[in-house]
């Protein structure tokens, strides 16, 4: 499907700075991402500027070449430089990370570090790089406290504060984009784990994060913001349906199930068990020394919808309780239709607790950056089963869904 170019400049968007780019179309063989869109229609939203790019190794072609290497030999394009995230532009630094500024081997063009930068800071990087326009495509997973949409959002203000533009080029949400689920951040939480209160899986592509954070949060001064979105993605689709390749977007995010279930099982991050890393399966099985088959046997007693609970056992080689070996939990996942991955994180800190004396919390109460609030750590310790926990999140989600629905692009 080839965009022409009063198409592409001619949609206004959320509070008429946002423009969202062609209607989807139906159901192709494949999904199309936002890039390829930009790249049928000659990159005409581009024409005239200097280009730079937020991304990192998921910035990919439907044929794996980086759309840095495709922007920069297009005579089209006029880019001038690369900006790296968390974990850096070529990926190659662990969470809590990154590469630093320097040149890209491949290309040459300057690259700049984002990574724990905001406000002026960034928007001083912006002015020194000489762009008009930031691109920003970077593959989300869906959950709040992923850091890559939180990037965005920065990126978002910087460029309003430095008067540059914003394009953001639209991919998949691999857990699907049906509903949004879990706790709403309380502002008093905010963290780069979380600026905004969204619910903790969002149920958004990053191109709606755009519309709505540029909606919603950045209030009398919103940036210049262009959104294009995909052609043949449904709301109901995971990243398998896609015909897409999958590239990890962090080090501990090799595959997709892995952030099918990353937005429950990231929360024992905030508890003295391994949440997986250092293992092949990071996210999808969590434990520490000491816990026994009982665990397993008290989360599928839950009964949560779904997912089943197997007895495991492993030796993380790095992180928490590296180089013992650790009992725990496996998730096996038997239906994604119905499966919440909150709600099962949140049936596993439970039953952590009930059945294991040596359960703790960060001291630092990371767990609640993680969910929000500080309600989820306190409903915990008071016993309060998941419904319960659920239940007093209710209200807040129900409210961000009626906020959500204004900036959905896709069926």
Not at 221 to 248: I, Q
Request: one cysteine or more; hydrophobic letters at 45%.
């Amino acid at each position: 499907m080839s965009l022409s170019r009063r198409g592409l400049l001619g949609l206004a968007g959320a509070a008429g700075a946002a423009g969202a780019i062609g209607a989807v179309a139906p159901r192709a063989e494949r999904v199309r991402t936002g890039f390829e869109r930009l790249a049928a229609d000659g990159y005409g939203l581009l024409a005239g500027q200097k280009v730079g790019v937020v991304t990192n190794p998921t910035g990919i072609t439907a044929d794996a070449r980086h759309l840095v290497d495709v922007l920069h030999a297009e005579a089209a394009v006029d880019l001038v430089a690369v900006f790296g995230p968390e974990h850096g532009f070529r990926g190659t630094a662990q969470a809590g990370g990154s590469e630093g500024a320097g040149r890209d081997p491949a290309t040459g063009l300057p690259v700049y570090d984002t990574y724990d930068k905001s406000g002026e800071r960034l928007a001083e990087v912006f002015r020194a790089s000489g762009v008009d326009t930031v691109v920003f495509d970077i593959q989300d997973v869906g959950a709040r406290f992923y850091t890559y949409i939180w990037t965005l959002y920065d990126c978002m203000r910087a460029a309003a504060l430095a008067g540059k533009s914003m394009v953001v080029l639209d991919r998949p949400n691999p857990v699907g984009g049906r509903r949004a689920a879990g706790p709403v951040l309380e502002r008093a939480q905010a963290s780069f784990v979380g600026r905004e209160p969204i619910a903790l899986a969002h149920g958004m592509t990053v191109a709606e994060l755009a519309l709505l954070f540029n909606g919603e949060f950045l209030g009398a001064d919103p940036v210049r913001l262009r959104t294009v979105a995909m052609s043949g993605w449904r709301r109901g689709s995971f990243f398998g349906e896609t015909g897409l390749p999958w590239v990890p977007p962090s080090p501990n995010m090799p595959t997709p199930d892995t952030a099918l279930a990353y937005a429950g099982t990231c929360l024992f991050e905030g508890t003295n068990l391994s949440e997986g890393r250092g293992t092949t399966t990071p996210f999808e099985v969590v434990g520490a020394e000491g816990i026994d088959r009982r665990w397993a046997e008290a989360a599928n007693a839950l009964g949560l919808a779904g997912v089943w609970f197997r007895e495991a056992y492993f030796t993380p080689s790095f992180s928490k309780h590296v180089g013992k070996t650790c009992g725990g939990v496996r998730l096996i996942v038997h239906d994604r239709e119905v499966f919440d991955p909150v709600r099962a994180g949140i049936g596993l800190l439970v039953t952590a607790r009930r059945v294991w004396s040596g359960f703790g919390w960060r001291e630092d109460h990371w767990i609640d950056r993680l969910t929000g609030s500080d309600r989820v750590r306190t409903m915990v310790d008071a016993g309060a089963g998941v419904e319960e926990i659920a239940g007093d999140w209710a209200a807040g989600l129900a409210r961000f869904e009626a906020v959500r629905g204004k900036y959905l692009l896709y069926g």
